[in-house]
């Protein structure tokens, strides 16, 4: 399956061993990942901002994310669809790459539930998910 996931769970997956960082390892493993330069970008930041990591780390974090990923351009999709703008560019990444799941902590994309044929979940939910079969 193709999957998006959002900067926070790659954020998370950085930040410490957990959930996300075993989500991660599962869709690395059995599934491909969709990105985007927005995403690519996002993390970046936050990795710098939030997290204060080296540049030259970094660098090597957003190198490694390039290479297990397949970058796309994000689709088109309208304003109306997402309280949050920047949420747009997720949901956009996510039909750009024809991915069927995103991956969020995002309560503002978690409330859509899903966006056309795109599924939208916690990392809970897609590990409980995985864990269904």
Same mark, same amino acid.
């Given at each position: 399956?193709?999957?998006?996931?959002?900067?926070?769970?790659?954020?998370?997956?950085?930040?410490?061993?957990?959930?996300?960082?075993?989500? =991660?390892?599962?869709?690395?493993?059995?599934?491909? %990942?969709?990105?985007?330069?927005? !995403?690519?970008?996002? $993390? /970046?930041?936050?990795?710098?901002?939030?997290?204060? =990591?080296?540049?030259?780390?970094?660098?090597?974090? %957003?190198?490694?994310?390039?290479? !297990?990923?397949?970058? $796309? /351009?994000?689709?088109?999709?309208?304003?109306?669809?997402?309280?949050?703008?920047?949420?747009?560019?997720? %949901?956009?990444?996510?039909?750009?790459?024809?991915?069927?799941?995103?991956?969020?902590?995002?309560?503002?994309?978690?409330?859509?539930?899903?966006?056309?044929?795109?599924? %939208?979940?916690?990392?809970?939910?897609?590990?409980?998910?995985?864990?269904?079969?």
């Amino acid at each position: 399956m193709r999957v998006v996931l959002d900067t926070n769970v790659i954020i998370a997956a950085f930040a410490a061993r957990g959930l996300c960082a075993d989500v =991660l390892e599962v869709c690395l493993a059995r599934h491909t %990942i969709v990105m985007s330069g927005h !995403i690519l970008s996002e $993390v /970046e930041r936050n990795l710098i901002r939030k997290l204060r =990591l080296p540049k030259d780390t970094v660098e090597s974090a %957003i190198s490694y994310l390039k290479e !297990i990923s397949e970058v $796309v /351009e994000p689709a088109k999709i309208e304003h109306s669809q997402c309280r949050d703008k920047d949420d747009i560019k997720i %949901i956009g990444t996510a039909m750009g790459g024809g991915a069927g799941i995103i991956i969020t902590g995002d309560g503002d994309l978690l409330t859509l539930k899903h966006h056309r044929t795109v599924r %939208i979940l916690t990392p809970r939910a897609f590990w409980e998910r995985l864990k269904d079969g």
